[in-house]
């Protein structure tokens, strides 16, 4: 059973940059995919980034060039690294243990995966 527990959110300006941080417990070698999504108030999850062990990465059109997803193996922790950050990218932030394309995220966001999430907001 893999727990997840997201960090890392925050309050800044439209230009600003974060950096997420998901903690993953329970996480086995079979698990070689992750991958981020958001819920902005009033909208449908979607998924924001995906990684697969091997380095393949996958984002969603309207962050690419501006997010890079990327784990660190030997602390089980996956990152999210957000730069030139835009007021619609205010949402919850939750990471996923699967879903190797964005698209899979997205699907497994709206299964009802993820877990308690961290807040940003851009104004």
């Known amino acids: 059973h893999v727990q997840l527990v997201e960090s890392g959110g925050g309050s800044v300006q439209a230009g600003g940059s974060l950096r997420l941080s998901c903690a993953a417990s329970?996480?086995?070698?079979?698990?070689?995919?992750m991958g981020w999504f958001r819920q902005a108030p009033g909208k449908e999850r979607e998924g924001v980034a995906a990684f697969e062990r091997h380095g393949s990465t996958s984002y969603a059109d309207s962050v690419k060039g501006r997010f890079a997803i990327s784990q660190d193996s030997a602390k089980n922790t996956l990152y999210l690294q957000m730069n030139s950050l835009k007021p619609e990218d205010t949402a919850m932030y939750y990471c996923?243990?699967?879903?190797?394309?964005?698209?899979?995220?997205?699907?497994?966001?709206?299964?009802?995966?993820g877990g308690q999430g961290t807040q940003v907001t851009v104004s």
């Open positions: 996923v243990a699967a879903g190797c394309t964005v698209d899979a995220v997205t699907l497994l966001a709206r299964m009802g995966y």
């Open positions: 329970g996480y086995t070698s079979s698990s070689n995919c």
